[in-house]
């Protein structure tokens, strides 16, 4: 199994700054895709930011220009970088791996806990 971890969430003024780190560990072979969902209260999980192994992203309309999603393959961790933070990104943050744990195996879906960023003044 894989196990995620994230971190860095809080509270934050609007336009400022945050960084979201999340750590995958247990049986890993490879990892496909990492990302970033968000949820807000009442609302559905969207995709904020993927990034694949060989680095291509895919960010949501409502976070271009303000968010940058990176990865470190040889740590498993992938990061959010995001800025310019408005009231509107006010969520849980969860993180999120399509994963496989053997060479023969099929990729699956892995998700965090979660972490509460909260903007507001």
């Known amino acids: 199994q894989v196990q995620l971890v994230e971190s860095g969430g809080g509270l934050v003024q609007p336009g400022g700054s945050l960084r979201l780190s999340c750590a995958a560990s247990g049986t890993i072979f490879d990892i496909a895709t990492m990302g970033w969902y968000r949820q807000a209260p009442g609302k559905q999980r969207e995709l904020v930011a993927s990034?694949?192994?060989?680095?291509?992203?895919n960010y949501a309309d409502s976070v271009k220009g303000r968010v940058t999603i990176s990865r470190d393959n040889a740590k498993n961790m992938v990061y959010l970088q995001m800025n310019s933070l408005n009231p509107e990104d006010t969520a849980v943050y969860y993180c999120?791996?399509?994963?496989?744990?053997?060479?023969?195996?099929?990729?699956?879906?892995?998700w965090g806990k979660g972490t509460l960023v909260t903007v507001s003044s």
């Open positions: 990034v694949l192994g060989s680095g291509g992203t």
């Open positions: 999120n791996v399509v994963a496989r744990t053997k060479l023969f195996g099929g990729y699956s879906n892995y």
